[in-house]
């Protein structure tokens, strides 16, 4: 990967590292997500992919590196600010707030990142763009099955028409028929609305489907870079650092 | 301390519509209902600050009686109950606000650490000791603001102290005002989602530390207006009266599972009329040792409270 910075736009990352203690997740990674496609991070468990969205996001923070934003650096920036700039992103493991009811999660979602506009009208998009949501609005989040839960963490985090957004794992633990579903949407939402899509799996062949570039981590470190299809045609990429 | 219950029990209460004993104990209910409604609002800021931060503010009792005892020491330089009253509550809050900036947040940098309960613990002995040596450890007479302690209307034939009367509606109201904050306001909700997952809040664009701070204010405004009232009761306030209040607060808060404004206030009135009803059949002695009592049991039998939900987690 270069290293530059573009002024124009793009999420950039430079030498990112990520330290908890001693261990090293994130060791010197340097990745850039053009805008307007999908970019997939393939590795096994505990390759690093998700403390890498996370020191994105500013949930943990990263001991190295600098992450530009539009140009703008954020590598300090706490992570409500990063969301307020357009930086979304979906935890892995479905973290929704599972007490509160559907109508609620997307209200949390809506009401501090909020630039005007009607939280009606955008909730009511999301229950035209999701219409099992509808009748459940009033349900705790809890109660959902995981298709749907996952449905709810997606409308939650682009509820801002986000500029980027992060998803870790969004397929872990479903049904292949609802995973088709959730990455075609996922598809259109970068598509249609011209989001950045940062997209971490383990099951490679899923996202390679989708995304348009991909990158294949491997104890921290990028091992293999390229257009998603170039990696997708590689017999050898699944064995040796996918573990299958 | 001055066992208000024996000036409602005067003989021109008694012999009206109801016999002796129906009268004594629905004054004993009645009493335990609105002192309990004073634990649930310490219980409910107990639970405010355990929700977004996962500990328990141990310091909270002395913080409290720290600002009563201001209030009485502004009260009697001269300043307007108007004035002294508010500040005081006010300066409730901003001690909270202390506590978890120097007892709080530096010790939940070191992961599980449960070093607040020292921390919390020792600024409370902390405050309790400074007080003492300030104004020294006897009571100290807090006036009366509104109603005096003998003033009482008849309810359906029952003589009730406009005190307590005033004491239940005040309490009753924060409470619903509490309730209605945290579904309705967006600030509420950011309480409600830091305390279920605070790292999607802080995705969310919800900024956490202030949430926090937020509700550690809420906390001490609660407390501080619970010792007024507290203090209104009893006519004195003394450096070890917020300790007591904690605790109680703490077991109403146990009792009532922690999770919601429902679960302190039910918490707080089952341990406000349990604790009137020993103390008015067996002894006032044994009325404190209720709450240690009832604690034990539901930490035994019932550990998530009357109305606590068992955390569950999705994999």
Redesign the interface.
């Known amino acids: 990967m270069p290293d530059r910075i573009n002024p124009v736009g793009g999420l950039e990352i430079h030498g990112l590292e990520v330290r908890y203690g001693p261990v090293e997740a994130v060791r010197g990674v340097s990745l850039r997500a053009e805008p307007g496609t999908i970019t997939a991070i393939l590795g096994a468990n505990g390759a690093g992919k998700s403390s890498l969205m996370k020191a994105i996001?500013?949930?943990v923070p990263a001991t190295a590196g600098r992450i530009t934003l539009d140009g703008d650096d954020i590598t300090r920036l706490?992570?409500?600010e990063r969301?307020?700039r357009g930086l979304?992103?979906a935890?892995e493991?479905?973290?929704?707030?599972?007490?509160?009811t559907v109508e609620?999660n997307l209200?949390?979602?809506w009401?501090?990142?909020n630039r005007g506009g009607s939280f009606r009208a955008v909730a009511d998009r999301v229950y035209d763009q999701f219409p099992m949501l509808a009748p459940r609005r009033q349900t705790p989040a809890?109660m959902l099955s995981g298709g749907q839960q996952q449905m709810v963490i997606l409308s939650?985090?682009l509820i801002h028409e986000p500029r980027y957004l992060l998803l870790d794992e969004p397929s872990l633990g479903l049904a292949p028929v609802i995973v088709q579903q959730i990455f075609g949407f996922i598809e259109s939402v970068c598509r249609e609305r011209g989001t950045t899509i940062l997209l971490c799996e383990q099951v490679a062949a899923i996202a390679l489907r989708v995304a348009h570039s991909g990158c294949v981590l491997r104890r921290g470190q990028v091992v293999r870079g390229g257009p998603a299809a170039e990696l997708a045609a590689d017999p050898a990429l699944s064995a040796a650092y996918l573990g299958g | 301390m001055r066992d208000p219950l024996t000036l409602t029990l005067s003989p021109e209460g008694r012999g009206k519509k109801k016999d002796d004993a129906m009268q004594f104990v629905l004054q004993l209910v009645f009493a335990g209902v609105c002192v309990g409604a004073v634990y649930a609002l310490i219980a409910m800021g107990l639970s405010l600050t355990f929700w977004t931060t996962r500990t328990l503010n141990f310091g909270q009792g002395s913080l409290l009686m720290t600002a009563s005892v201001a209030t009485v020491a502004m009260l009697g330089a001269g300043m307007p109950a108007a004035l002294a009253v508010p500040l005081g509550i006010l300066l409730a809050g901003g001690l909270m606000v202390v506590a978890e900036r120097i007892a709080i947040r530096p010790l939940l940098k070191s992961g599980d650490s449960m070093g607040w309960v020292v921390s919390t613990l020792g600024l409370g002995i902390f405050l309790q000791g400074f007080v003492s040596s300030v104004f020294g450890s006897q009571a100290i007479a807090f006036p009366s603001l509104v109603f005096d302690s003998l003033d009482s209307v008849d309810v359906a034939g029952v003589q009730v102290s406009s005190q307590y009367l005033a004491v239940l509606g005040l309490s009753l109201t924060l409470m619903v005002a509490m309730e209605l904050f945290l579904r309705r306001s967006a600030w509420g909700r950011a309480v409600r989602a830091v305390s279920h997952d605070a790292d999607a809040a802080a995705l969310a664009g919800i900024p956490v530390r202030r949430v926090i701070v937020l509700s550690f204010v809420a906390s001490g405004v609660l407390a501080g207006i619970a010792g007024v009232m507290v203090a209104q009761i009893t006519g004195t306030v003394d450096p070890s009266f917020g300790f007591n209040l904690m605790v109680l607060g703490f077991v109403a808060a146990v009792f009532g599972g922690m999770g919601n404004t429902a679960g302190a206030l039910v918490g707080g009135i089952a341990l406000g009329v349990i604790e009137k009803l020993v103390g008015g059949y067996v002894s006032t002695a044994a009325e404190h040792g209720m709450a240690f009592a009832i604690l034990m049991v539901i930490l035994a039998i019932r550990p998530q409270g009357l109305f606590g939900r068992k955390e569950f987690t999705k994999v």
Not at chain 1, 93 to 100: A, C, N, Q, S
């Open positions: 996001s500013g949930l706490p992570p409500h969301a307020r979304s992103h935890l493991g479905r973290r929704l707030f599972h007490r509160m609620e209200k949390v979602a009401d501090f990142r809890g939650a985090a």
